[in-house]
């Protein structure tokens, strides 16, 4: 393998140096600068931002392997000797790899180092995408409509992972829907302001605002069946400039995440009528504005793929490493790839919290007990442990690259 403490301070330094969606333009340098050195023919600027590096070992299939770039605006809490102290675009916002797109870069960068010095071990092409803005849902459509599949060849696999808090070491891969679809909704309610000592002369957004957010709680634990796995959750309520002051409006932000189209539809229907309906009960004075943003269809593993990848990881790792996770409610843009290119999907879940945590543990609920109570993904505080994460997430994708690039017999 890439030597691991070369590897490990370049992860230490993408996670020092984060970047928000589409100004990845530090780490798409240096990736594309190793990509270089290794002997890739590389691409910059694809969905503005992405990085596109291709090698080929004589005919075969196509296999791609991608690994998203950008971060998000957190102040980091970690206390790491590496954490980050840099801002966005502006002074006030911070910036942190709350999500370990930084492990995913230096991953998939020591796949490709192992995979170029190796060209024995695989025949066909490389497709390795290095993707700007997943967190914001956009960045897979842009490489796809800046000609990802047109300019560069199309593959027959798209291949991925993704850090999160289980145990180093370990692998989650689930056939069929893996990651939830995502629907974030902008709701505007409009009221009437006034001065506080007189809220009789007003219509109060607050308190309708207040008053929905709790109506809305109410989709997935009375409307739903507790078979139709859905998230409703209200990140952002914004109102108001002072304390004597009713505003003339409050502005919510609204996370939906299903895995089923039927139950999207029941949900955001049940969003809508909600909230409409409290704006009614409050006599507003004008309807509620209810605005879709980026929204990103679930993640659908492909069964034969995850069969082919299972035995591949088996090989690797030995047995007993790859576990079914479950439904994962975070959301991912991987998938737009796969259906743009008409190609199988393969995403997994790369353990990274110290495996130490987990070492009395006896039954899978103490598992969960202790994954649930550390920092999750989005947490100021989210950190993988450098090894055996690394090493684990290197080997993973060589080894998925090589299940569908052997050689012939």
Known sequence: MTEVAELADLYKDLHAHPELAFAEHRTAALVAARLRD???????????????????????????????MDALPVREQTGLPYASTVSGHDPETPVMHACGHDMHVACLLGAAAELAADPGSWCGTLLLVFQ?????????????????????????????????????????????????????????????????SQPETSVDPIVMAAATVLRLQTIVSRELAPADHAVVTVGALRAGTAANIIPDEAELLLSVRTYDERVREKTLAAIERIVRGEAVTAGAPAGPEITAMVSTPPVVNDPAACARLTEAFSTCFGPGLVLDPGLVSGSEDVGLLASAAGAPCAYWLLGGADPALF???????????????????????????????????????????????????
């Not at 289980?166 to 679809?181: V, Y």
């Not at 109570?373 to 684990?392: C, K, M, Q, Y």
């Not at 998925?400 to 052997?406: P, S, V």
């Open 132 to 196: 700007p803005a997943e967190e914001t849902g956009e960045g897979a459509r842009a490489m796809i409509d800046d000609g990802l599949f047109d300019r560069f060849a199309a593959p027959g696999v798209v291949l991925g992972q993704h850090v999160s808090p289980i145990p180093a070491g370990l692998l989650g891969l689930r056939a069929g829907p893996a990651f939830a679809g995502s629907d974030p909704l902008r709701v505007v309610l409009h009221g009437r302001g006034a001065h506080g």
């Open 359 to 409: 070492a009395n543990v006896t039954s899978i609920e103490e598992a969960r007990a202790i994954v649930n109570g550390l920092p999750s993904n989005h947490s100021p505080r989210f950190a993988p442990v450098i090894e055996p994460t690394l090493r684990t997430g290197v080997t993973a994708l060589t080894c998925a690259a090589r299940a569908w690039l052997a050689p012939p017999a």
């Open 38 to 68: 290794l002997g890739y023919q590389v691409t910059e600027g694809v969905g503005r931002t992405g990085v596109v590096g291709v090698m080929k070992h004589g005919d075969g299939p196509v296999a791609l392997l991608r690994a998203d």
